[in-house]
């Protein structure tokens, strides 16, 4: 990672652009894009997927809240209510939450930034995104063939013996997406071990390579634990065999066990790499090396480890043993602790920086208040006696949106934005970026923290009747999600019409560090001409700076 | 626009004042952190803003104090969360001696309501004033939840077991009675009211609401017609366990060990009677499992403890589901 370089690239930047081969014109025509083992166009394979499948869930939670709007059911039936927080959660969670940062991002930067031509193996991340899309597709048969209404949860024994509705054909998709979660894994873990570039120590990993590494340990350990849970359910549900029934033999807990055995995680394995994305661009906004380095980097790990040892915080009333709940409990504080960590290294990285308020830092600005929030409310669900109150209530959506929207999709788009000069080698338009990061967070608050109240007073989640004293926060709560909705679709408007519009790039638009900002925008095929050689540490931001004789205040 | 914009929950049990007041001190903490966070973001976003592009940042690495120490005080609160909300768990799990106990039955989508004095209620359950209720659920189907957001109480309602739930009401009114665990179509409809009376009246709507009989003469009635008594009342040479004064008792087991005869070990030797036999005895009793509804076998349960037993009642420690498994001492627990 030469500093010297970037000046001269930016400067030579116009002329060579435009008739420079690079991934996206090195061959045209569907069959290069469907046969293509380049971790870069499987990224937009991805993209394409995972963005058509975010509009179909959040269709559904605009469907959803419509019918909030008033206290009784009357824009839809009660099973079609049900079918649509069951196949909203499923779709955002498994088709877009999960694969999202790692199968795009991860993608796409991780070889870019350990100085590698490609993941360690292209053809499996290539099966991958065809293992997804056939998930997909049979998830979307359920859709289509009459939907499922079990919540995403797939609780017993309503799923394996009482539900009506296409529990097979969904559980059948959310397995075969599985593996390609687990395919992603293999390939980010190999990668990372055995194709850093000479001198890339993992003490000089950017942190984004260090979360989605440990992301990566807890899919590959975690997946075949869903694996397994959904497969007896079918079996209950096909052939009768007395698993989680207890007409038939079975127990009930046991398959909420397994099933927060994965779920839990999941939860990690949603915001530990946008946890990764805070650091790359909490780092690059405000010019320094982030705070504590081998803290935010160790703490992913210890998320990744106790993160699989609180799942019974989810059944503190489910008729689990009081010590059990009480282990659980304790041990779900401790989780909370590398949490804060970040939280408190991020807010210190800024201390003395040289900040810059660019689209990509408001979202990571707004990520650090929200995931703030969800995180201390995760405190609250922690903590026994209040849990019994609010669990399974609005103060539960509520708290996990804060997590997962807030903080999982504002790491998303704070990534698109961040990455997509590189990506695509045009900028956004910077002032739309900036409004639409302030109308989503202003939505996004709106929309849920009304749910907080709400859950507090005592509704409970999956309701399509409710009494009508909660019929004010709701109507907030809906007015909230039409501003989210804006947000969400100006980016989509903006960022397609940069595509051909956009001003361009250069190969390091934001005076970033890191070796993708050192090949030009949008990168080679072959990524690097020569393999780079690192000889300095992460976010050596001080390195690209001229040297400034005169104190800040001065200029 | 319904009854008004409420902000706190109403509150009618005697866990309600402290569970208010340990979500205030949790939101009391989170205000503060979060507030802490906000400031500071905010304050370095505009102290550290760009003013050029020759900035020189502050080259600040890492502090291993500062690691310390926001390490350790988020440890100590969190652990403070967890310390005093297990407590107050604890008590909500340990209910008193001599509660007023009540049998409730979910299916999807209503809640059966039995009262060992007679009268059987849906969707509502009576309750008097001031006085500890403890409630024995089951569920006919699939998982439910009973829920009184106004007394502080969840507990889901499992089939095939029984779990518990204590309250005691500390105003008198009616209160929304949810199920909480999504169980189907008609979920958010499976609910009804709590309502909470004066004693006086409380025994004044019992005595209406007599049905003639009470749980356990409803129960005797089915165990004389079901024939129990040709194995169980039979004298010493009885194939089967004498029933007078066993509820509550320690039931040596065939093969080793004991078991406690509560509501679960009961219900499981209905229902599958050679999991825990009684030692002396042969493995001969049939399943009644699919002959007797889950409001029939309580009704049995109610007969059987009628007839005397030496049960004082769980201790602290007893698991929200009385799982049919582990012994569990007064005052102990698993």
Known sequence: MSGAGGGDRQRGRYEGEVAREHYLNAAYGIRTWLLTTDHKRIALLYLISITLFFFLGGLFAVLIRLELLTPPGDLVQSETYNRLFTMHGLIMIFFFLVPSIPAVFGNFLLPLMIGARDLAFPRLNLASWYVFTVGGLFTLGAVVGGGVDTGWTFYTPYSSTYANSAVILTALGVFITGFSSIMTGINFIVTVHKMRAPGLTWFRLPLFVWAQYATSLIIVLGTPVLAISI???????????????????????????????????????????????????????????????????????AIAVLGFLVWGHHMFVSGQSLYAGMIFSVLSMLVAIPSAVKVFNWTATLYGGSISLATPMLYALGFIGLF??????????????????????????????????????????????????????????????????????????????????????????????????????????????????????????????SLRYGQRAGPDPWRAKGLEWTVPSPPPVHNFEATPRVTEEAYDYAAVLPPAPLPEEGR | MGEGFPLLPESASTFAAELNLLFGYLTAVSLLFAGLIFTLVVAFAIRFRRRSEGDRPQPREGDLRLEALWTLIPLAIALSFFGWGADLFFRMKSPPADPLEIYVVGKQWMWKVQHQEGPREINELHVPLGQPVKLTMTSEDVIHSFYVPAFRVKQDVLPGRYTTLWFEATRTGEFHLFCAEYCGTEHSLMGGRVVVMSPVDYQIWLGGGRSGESLAEAGARLYDRLGCNSCHDAGPTARGPLLEGLYGSEVALAGGGTAIADEAYLRESIVEPGARVTAGYDEIMPTYAGQISEEGLLQIIAHIRSLGGALSLPGPGEPGGAQPSLRSEPGGGQ
């Open chain 1, 231 to 301: 497969t007896l359910v079918a079996v209950e549900r096909l052939f009768r065999i007395g698993i989680f029934d207890p007409a038939l033999g079975g127990d009930p807990i046991l398959f909420q066990h397994l099933f927060w055995f994965y779920s839990h995680p999941a939860v990690y394995i949603m915001v530990l790499p946008a946890m990764g994305v805070m650091s790359e661009v909490i780092a690059c906004f405000a010019r320094k090396r982030v705070f504590g380095y081998a803290f935010v980097a160790a703490s992913s790990l």
């Open chain 1, 372 to 497: 703030t929030m969800g995180g201390l409310t995760g405190l609250f669900l922690a903590t026994l006696a209040v849990d019994v109150h609010v669990h399974d209530t609005y103060f539960v959506v509520a708290h996990f949106h804060y997590i997962m929207v807030g903080g999982a999709v504002m790491g998303y788009l704070a990534a698109m934005h961040f990455w997509w000069p590189k990506m695509t080698g045009r900028l956004y338009p910077e002032l739309w970026g900036k409004v639409s990061a302030v109308i989503l967070f202003v939505g996004f608050n709106l929309t849920f923290f009304p749910q907080f109240v709400l859950g507090y007073l005592g509704m409970p989640r999956r309701y399509h009747f409710y009494p009508p004293e909660f019929q004010v926060l709701n109507v907030l709560s809906t007015a909230g999600a039409s501003i989210l909705g804006l947000g969400y679709l100006i980016p989509m408007v903006y960022l397609i019409w």
